[in-house]
């Protein structure tokens, strides 16, 4: 396995995803972590990310010398690279102007570290972003890649694994930069290419029968991929000592929660708690219009009827949930805290309140590793794919006061919209697509007659990760058969929009 100091790169989570793209298990550790901790993780190489610092700056981050010492291959991407550098005694320099975007790297292909990557006159396009670059060569270091602006893009020791680059392999921009990595942490640090859905759930079925034995898990399960993922995998393990526990908040799209009983009841069998709490959720949304107040009431509710469903069940002693890599990383930010835009809801609070040990056997993937893993133990790609779908649901979807009949109105809508997308052919390469029913009535005319209803705004945005997002170049032909359809199939609407604001400044949902 290979370790990523993080020196707060925006890229470094890209690293950690190329490493595992290639089978290889890697985690990311902040910059300052106790050499203690790196050393009892015992990997096989390590790689120094990026970072917005400059050596030369007060705080600039540092890690300890002593990694150099520990017999492994080092890898130092950009900021990485002038830290390196440094240690070995060479300069670094601020570079007249920042040099970003695409570079011609020059190699010399007889490097282990670009093996097997096919070049155009034995030239790689690679992408650049850094202000600093080196002035001189520290000492027993060659040249093994430059460009016009970097006449050291790339180097190594002469005779220790040392290796650094100025670019950023891991970016898509990078040509090959995937088979970069590739080839430190495969053919540079001996890792296998082992790491596999397969394998992955091979492992942690062995580890959660050890940590459970026959005691008694307990399962919020959602409808989501993350927590349906954990669902099953925990079903296979453990199969009767699972209780998953579903509740309907009378929020969720159309048919969502008939199908989460039927898939997970009769295709696999789980021992599903239903409950339907709809009623409960829309008296005590009923007159509320603030967002927050809406999230605040909502994710209150859900631990309430969660809390009351598991007294009922008797005693538990762990509660599973799908927790994901990025939300465990102790990802390093010169940023400082962010103000709280949103308040998140998932099942967050319960532990704390519930006295429950933890199971989270997702900790270590990425959302993609995810869906391997969840396409793997057989669950259908209608779940796998399914866009992602905040906590407090339709609520925050309906704006302005919500009734069961302006849900309807919306889950309807919706279920077109997405039927046409998916169509077209687009579900995939959307983040997510939805729609969202406005406190706004406009004026039309159907036939002869006039109407005075509902308007709707459709928003379809593309994004990585959910933090920044763009709006989706949807073709006009489909948002004009996604707007016909909802206005002359759905009462109540006769007026469709698209949204189109990226976020930032805009968020992705409207509440
Ligand atoms: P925003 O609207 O903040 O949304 O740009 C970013 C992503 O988060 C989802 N979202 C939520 N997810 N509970 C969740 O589990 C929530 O309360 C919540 N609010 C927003 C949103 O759908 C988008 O994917």
Partial sequence: KILI????????????????????????????????????????????????????????????????????????????????????????????????????????????LFDDIPLENGKLKVWMSHGDRLEKM?????????????????????????????????????????????????????????????????????????????????????????????????????????????????????????????????????????????????????????????????????????????????????LAQGTLYPDVIESVSFKGPSATIKTHHNVGGLPEKMNFKLIEPLRELFKDEVRQVGLELGLPEDIVYRHPFPGPGLAIRVIGDITKERLDILREADSIAIEEIKKAGLYREIWQAFTVLLPVKSVGVMGDERTYEHVLAFRAVTSLDGMTADWAKIPYDVLARISNRIINEVKGINRVVYDISSKPPATIEWE
């Avoid at 050393?39 to 610092?53: D, Q």
């Fill in 138 to 318: 520290p000492e027993d270091f060659i040249v093994i890649g430059k460009t016009d602006n970097s006449p050291v893009a790339a180097m190594k020791h002469k005779e220790k694994p040392f290796y650094a680059l100025q670019f950023h392999p891991e970016v898509a921009h990078t040509d090959y930069g995937s088979s970069i990595l590739a080839n430190f942490a495969i053919k540079i640090c001996g890792c296998l290419p082992v790491w596999t859905a397969g394998n992955f759930i091979h492992n942690e079925i062995e580890k959660i029968r050890e940590q459970v034995g026959d005691k008694k898990v307990l399962c919020a399960l959602s409808g989501g991929v993350d927590s349906s993922v954990v669902a099953v995998l925990l079903n296979e393990a453990i199969g009767k000592n699972l209780t998953c526990v579903f509740v309907n908040n009378g929020l969720l799209r159309k048919n969502e929660a008939e199908q989460v009983v039927k898939t997970f009841r009769d295709n696999f069998n789980i021992n599903l708690i239903f409950v339907d709490a709809e009623e409960e959720f829309l008296k005590a949304l009923r007159g509320v219009t603030d967002p927050e107040k809406k999230r605040k009431i909502i994710g209150n509710l859900f631990i309430k009827i969660f809390e009351r469903e598991a007294e009922k069940l008797g005693r538990f002693d762990f």
């Fill in 5 to 112: 100091l993080d020196f707060g790169s925006q890229y470094t989570q890209l690293i950690a995803r190329r490493i595992r793209e290639n089978r290889v298990y890697c985690e990311i550790f902040p910059y300052n972590v106790e050499l203690e901790r790196i050393k009892e993780f015992n990997p096989k190489g390590m790689i120094l990310s990026g970072g917005p610092k400059s050596v030369y700056d007060e705080d600039a981050p540092f890690v300890s010398e002593e990694i150099y010492e520990l017999g492994i291959p080092v890898l130092g991407i950009c900021y990485g690279m002038q830290l390196m550098c440094k240690h070995f005694n060479g300069v670094v320099g601020r570079a007249e102007k920042r040099e970003y975007g695409y570079a011609e790297l020059i190699v010399n292909q007889k490097e282990i």
